[in-house]
């Protein structure tokens, strides 16, 4: 996992947290890309968020129910991250 699939679950986290809902696929897309806009080191093709999420969630750290939301272990990573 590198500093983008942190910011992903980060931006997960922090709308759960703020809104007290799950998060859509598209608002993810969205504050993701309003977020690295800036990071020219960073191309579209090397982004791919739709492969991110997607190993994000067979790796157990996101969960989809109705929205995205972090697993317990998705938690425990991103607590881990941030410290």
């Known amino acids: 996992m590198d500093k ?3 910011l ?7 709308h759960k947290e703020s809104h007290h809902q799950l998060i ?4 993810i897309e969205q504050t993701f890309w309003k977020r690295i806009e800036s ?17 994000l969630y067979l790796e157990g750290l996101i969960q989809n129910k109705g929205g995205y ?3 317990k272990k998705g938690r425990e990573e991103l607590t881990c991250q941030l410290v």
């Open 69 to 71: 939301t972090l697993t």
């Open 8 to 14: 992903i679950m980060d931006i997960i986290q922090s």
């Open 24 to 27: 859509k696929l598209s608002t």
């Open 39 to 55: 990071d020219v080191a960073l191309s579209v093709g090397q982004a791919k968020i739709g492969e991110r999420i997607t190993r």
């Open 4 to 6: 983008y699939d942190f």
